[in-house]
């Protein structure tokens, strides 16, 4: 398993190859004409995970990522990408007639590590807000995350976990024993269009 500095590895320029594959990508399942990059640098083929963000007109269009480095980074990227487009369950599938006003953020993504607290208070007053990432998980069937980024919409620790535990399926403000909290960070590189 990656350690959790696996971003480390991922130079700071990266964007300028994983924005153009989930790019690349897309274009292709919507049937465009699509030239993926053939830059395969070697941090690029080690196991990554990442998240790809779609908007258009500055609102969410599409987001789906991967929160453990299973497959090589660029192919995390371009099926992240695809997901993004066409299988978010909050969207229609992204239509070609769309495409031209979407804009990608791409997200890798350390390994999460665990974030051991005592209940609530504990983790208002131990978040970093816009570093940490959260994923909370309560038994089988309630997990969710949110990048690090969302802490721009959602500023403080109380507004963010309480919106975290609704997308989970938790009631906000809640606490139980069987809670479990990780956290991580994130490169990010987002298209200017």
């Given at each position: 398993m990656p350690d959790a500095d696996r971003t480390d590895e991922v130079p700071d320029d990266a964007g300028a190859l994983l924005l153009p594959t989930a790019r690349a990508s897309i274009e292709k399942e919507l049937g465009m004409r699509a030239e993926p990059p053939t830059e395969r640098p070697a941090w690029a083929l080690k196991p990554g995970a990442s998240f790809v963000t779609l908007t258009e007109g500055g609102q969410l269009r599409g987001c789906i990522g991967s929160l453990e480095a299973r497959r090589p980074l660029l192919n995390d990227v371009a099926l992240n990408a695809v997901a993004a487009a066409t299988q978010d369950p909050r969207f229609a599938p992204l239509k070609k007639d769309e495409w031209e006003g979407v804009s990608i953020e791409v997200s890798v993504l350390s390994a999460p590590i665990p974030f051991p607290v005592?209940?609530?208070?504990?983790?208002?007053?131990?978040?970093?807000?816009?570093?940490?990432?959260?994923?909370?998980?309560?038994?089988?069937?309630?997990?969710?995350?949110?990048?690090?980024?969302?802490?721009?919409?959602?500023?403080?620790?109380?507004?963010?976990?309480?919106?975290?535990?609704?997308?989970?399926?938790?009631?906000?403000?809640?606490?139980?024993?069987?809670?479990?909290?990780?956290?991580?960070?994130?490169?990010?590189?987002?298209?200017?269009?």
């Amino acid at each position: 398993m990656p350690d959790a500095d696996r971003t480390d590895e991922v130079p700071d320029d990266a964007g300028a190859l994983l924005l153009p594959t989930a790019r690349a990508s897309i274009e292709k399942e919507l049937g465009m004409r699509a030239e993926p990059p053939t830059e395969r640098p070697a941090w690029a083929l080690k196991p990554g995970a990442s998240f790809v963000t779609l908007t258009e007109g500055g609102q969410l269009r599409g987001c789906i990522g991967s929160l453990e480095a299973r497959r090589p980074l660029l192919n995390d990227v371009a099926l992240n990408a695809v997901a993004a487009a066409t299988q978010d369950p909050r969207f229609a599938p992204l239509k070609k007639d769309e495409w031209e006003g979407v804009s990608i953020e791409v997200s890798v993504l350390s390994a999460p590590i665990p974030f051991p607290v005592s209940g609530l208070a504990d983790a208002y007053a131990r978040l970093r807000p816009g570093i940490d990432g959260v994923i909370v998980e309560m038994g089988a069937w309630n997990r969710a995350t949110f990048l690090p980024q969302v802490w721009e919409d959602l500023p403080t620790p109380e507004e963010f976990l309480s919106h975290l535990w609704h997308k989970a399926g938790i009631r906000p403000g809640t606490w139980h024993t069987d809670i479990a909290l990780e956290t991580y960070s994130v490169k990010a590189w987002h298209e200017e269009r």
